[in-house]
């Protein structure tokens, strides 16, 4: 499914906002690590329909992503 760019935009921004929330990042931070997740990447081109799925789950799959990017470095 292709999705309109407008909501993809808009489903990034709630993903970003509720990603700050969940891990106390500030929004810049928050900003950072979601536009360089493969989450990101998923969204953006439509795989898996990523962008269908809630906010609040989004904001967990790119926690998980990113605790676990920091284990690995």
């Known amino acids: 499914m ?3 760019r407008t909501l993809v935009m808009h489903k990034c921004a709630n ?3 509720a990603y700050a929330a969940l891990s ?3 929004l810049r931070e928050a900003m950072d690590v979601f536009y360089r997740s493969w989450l990101y990447h998923e969204i953006r081109e439509g795989i898996s ?5 809630s906010d609040g789950y989004l904001a967990e799959e790119l926690l998980i992503e990113n605790t676990d990017n920091t284990y690995a470095n």
């Open 2 to 4: 292709i999705a309109n």
């Open 15 to 17: 993903v970003i906002s």
């Open 24 to 26: 106390g990042a500030s």
């Open 49 to 53: 329909d990523m962008h269908c799925r």
